[in-house]
């Protein structure tokens, strides 16, 4: 799960940015184990749009899950914990991991951890999402087009959020959501992909177009070809 253990306390994990990221485990206190828990109690119960998942469908993108229930019945069964920790870079939000202890964990920037707002869980669950997302490949490889498949999850889970509750974001414009959650949503569903292209190139087109599980879209071909001509 593209993870490189360093040492007991930290390890090195190939995500989002160019290198590798280097996370320290941070122990969940109960501030923060009640955040997780509001987050997957509001994922679980979320419903995503049939014509938000046509419409991604369309662009040549396959989300993993098809509703919030269906990720936390994922973390469940594979034991798949969520924790924070500190992370090397502190753009990146969350990351798929290892626990001191082997497990699968899904980790949450720990910037976040004292997060306990509404909008802030509601961010975090979607993080949690795209996460699992990673964890269902359940291998080493990654791409742009696994990315793409995996942002989906951000955008069905933030705008399932959105109709739940039109005005929940109103006002957020912390780098988690203009540079994040908000900033996918609207980039997915605009009728122009020039910026959706632009934004994935500049994160993630260095990664090849696809791989074995996610075969490269048309899409995910013309992302690469602007890192190429970069």
Same mark, same amino acid.
Do not use: W
């Given at each position: 799960?593209?993870?490189?253990?360093?040492?007991?306390?930290s390890?090195?994990?190939?995500?989002?940015?160019?290198?590798?990221?280097?996370?320290?485990?941070?122990?969940?206190?109960?501030?923060?184990?009640?955040?997780?828990?509001?987050?997957?109690?509001?994922?679980?119960?979320?419903?995503?749009?049939?014509d938000?998942?046509s419409?991604?469908?369309?662009?040549?993108?396959?989300?993993?899950?098809?509703?919030?229930?269906?990720?936390?019945?994922?973390?469940?069964?594979?034991n798949?914990d969520?924790?924070?920790?500190?992370?090397s870079?502190?753009?990146?939000?969350?990351?798929?991991?290892?626990?001191e202890?082997?497990?699968?964990?899904?980790?949450?920037? #720990?910037? &976040?951890?004292?997060?306990k707002?509404?909008?802030?869980?509601? =961010?975090?669950? /979607?993080?949690? @999402?795209?996460?699992? %997302?990673?964890?269902?490949?359940?291998?080493?490889?990654?791409?742009?087009?696994?990315?793409?498949?995996?942002?989906?999850?951000?955008?069905?889970?933030?705008?399932?959020?959105?109709?739940?509750?039109?005005?929940?974001?109103?006002?957020?414009?912390?780098?988690?959501?203009?540079?994040?959650? #908000?900033? &996918?949503?609207?980039?997915?569903?605009?009728?122009?992909t020039? =910026?959706?292209? /632009?934004?994935? @190139?500049?994160?993630? %087109?260095?990664?090849?177009?696809?791989?074995?599980?996610?075969?490269?879209?048309?899409?995910?071909?013309?992302?690469?070809?602007?890192?190429?001509?970069?």
């Open positions: 799960m593209r993870i490189a253990p360093v040492s007991s306390n390890f090195g994990t190939r995500n989002a940015l160019k290198g590798v990221i280097y996370i320290s485990p941070v122990k969940n206190g109960k501030t923060q184990e009640g955040i997780i828990d509001s987050a997957l109690d509001s994922l679980d119960e979320v419903v995503f749009s049939k938000d998942i419409h991604i469908k369309s662009m040549g993108i396959t989300p993993p899950f098809e509703s919030g229930e269906e990720v936390v019945d994922f973390l469940e069964e594979e798949i969520v924790q924070y920790g500190k992370f870079d502190k753009k990146v939000h969350a990351c798929l991991g290892r626990s202890d082997g497990n699968a964990t899904v980790f949450i920037n #720990s910037r &976040y951890k004292d997060s707002s509404e909008p802030e869980i509601l =961010a975090t669950a /979607a993080a949690i @999402a795209h996460e699992a %997302g990673h964890a269902k490949d359940k291998d080493n490889s990654n791409s742009i087009q696994e990315e793409l498949d995996n942002l989906s999850l951000n955008v069905l889970t933030h705008r399932a959020f959105e109709r739940e509750n039109p005005h929940v974001f109103d006002g957020c414009n912390s780098y988690r959501f203009t540079e994040g959650v #908000s900033l &996918y949503s609207k980039l997915f569903f605009d009728d122009d020039t =910026a959706l292209k /632009a934004r994935v @190139a500049d994160i993630y %087109g260095y990664m090849k177009a696809g791989d074995d599980k996610h075969p490269a879209s048309p899409l995910a071909n013309e992302i690469k070809q602007l890192d190429i001509v970069a």
